[in-house]
């Protein structure tokens, strides 16, 4: 008998996006799937990963099934100020008329979400600017659990050290508490911003390597 191929994190490529995208959207909602809870859950990838991999993708890993099929990811930008002048330039004018913004109070999951494309300038935020560097990472609920979201982190976290970057941030749905212990167990710390949404927390820590024992 023959074993199957040993998963492996490795960079991303573009035949990846689809998968990518695909991650995002079963991934979005609270760390669960997206779909049984808005109209075009696509609008997640628009947002969160597919900009990413367009704009920086020497800066986005993956965790390969061992069959060539991405199942997970980590992807982000070494500076965050340049990402959101990027994505107000070079994104936005992509993807904006396919997700356009209500003009109209919200009134459903989808009124809530698309107009975050329209405003990249939400990620600056004062209180995380020692922390230039963001990211996301995902992975499919059954690759979790297993030391997989760690490798990925080491990964991005080395590639940042690599090109200077000194600490990274990131901004997760409060109520999502598994996700929540996972960064804690990677060495993530609160970051204070007083005027912030309480429905989102902003953690950071600083691109050195990571230490511990603690497995994802």
């Known amino acids: 008998m023959t074993s199957a191929p040993a998963p492996v994190l490795r960079p991303y490529r573009p035949a990846d996006r689809e998968a990518v995208e695909d991650i995002c959207v079963r991934t979005a909602h609270a760390g669960r799937d997206s779909r049984p809870h808005y ?3 696509t609008v997640f990838p628009a947002i969160f990963a597919a900009p990413y991999v367009q704009l ?10 061992g069959g060539g099929q991405a199942v997970g990811y980590v992807l982000g930008t070494a500076d965050t100020a340049r990402f959101v002048a990027d994505y ?3 994104w936005l004018p992509l993807v904006a008329d396919r997700y356009p913004e209500p003009r109209t109070p919200h009134r459903t999951p989808d009124d809530e979400i698309v107009p975050l494309l329209h405003h990249p300038e939400r990620m600056l935020v004062a209180e995380v600017a020692a922390y230039p560097a963001h990211l996301h990472i995902d992975l499919l609920p059954e690759w979790q659990g297993r030391g997989f979201g760690r490798g990925l982190m ?9 090109r200077g970057v000194p600490a990274v ?3 997760m749905v409060t109520a999502n508490l598994p996700a929540r212990a996972f960064y804690d167990r990677l060495g993530f710390h609160e970051i204070e911003v007083p005027h912030a949404d309480p429905s989102v927390t902003y953690l950071g820590r600083e691109t050195v ?7 994802e």
Not at 209 to 215: F, I, V
């Open 39 to 41: 109209a075009d859950p």
């Open 56 to 65: 920086e993708p020497e800066l986005a890993f993956v965790l390969d099934d």
């Open 88 to 90: 107000r330039a070079k």
């Open 154 to 162: 080491e990964t991005f976290l080395h590639a940042l050290h690599e």
């Open 169 to 171: 941030h990131l901004s």
């Open 209 to 215: 390597a990571m230490y511990g024992t603690g497995r």
